[in-house]
């Protein structure tokens, strides 16, 4: 198992409260939430950041934009959120494993 902290609570060895799973992705609230709403929306898969991005990676990131808007939707951010990619060391990623970041408040 690799040290990805990512990786790990894709793994169930590190807990997460889980918004939703499928065999490809995975959505989580951030444990240390910058607003009313903060969750996570990863690739089961390890891809360290958007710096490594392939062309056979545009369905899956496709689909977790798509599934960003219908969570956001569906925990009350009707009026709308911000989505965020850290990307890279001078992008401010902390957490090498690509994660989309979705923010924001209810209403
Ligand atoms: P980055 O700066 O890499 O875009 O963001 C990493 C995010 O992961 C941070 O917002 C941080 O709070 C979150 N994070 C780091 N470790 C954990 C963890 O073990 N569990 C959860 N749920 N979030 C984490
Ligand atoms: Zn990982």
């Known amino acids: 198992m690799s040290e990805c902290i990512f990786c790990k609570i894709i ?5 997460a409260k889980i918004i939703f799973e499928d065999d490809e992705i995975l959505a989580f609230y ?3 939430p910058k607003a009313e709403v903060h969750f996570m929306i ?7 950041s ?3 991005l ?9 689909k977790i ?3 960003a808007n219908e969570l956001a939707i569906s925990l009350g951010l009707k009026s709308g959120y911000k989505v ?3 990307t890279g060391v001078n992008g401010g990623q ?3 494993h690509l994660h989309v970041h979705v923010l924001g408040y209810k209403g």
């Open 30 to 32: 951030d444990v240390n």
């Open 11 to 15: 793994a169930k060895l590190i807990p």
């Open 42 to 48: 990863i690739p089961k898969t390890h891809i360290e």
């Open 50 to 52: 958007m710096l490594l």
């Open 54 to 62: 392939q062309n056979n990676h545009q369905q899956l990131m496709g």
């Open 94 to 96: 902390e957490v090498f």
């Open 84 to 86: 965020q990619i850290n």
């Open 65 to 67: 934009i798509l599934k």
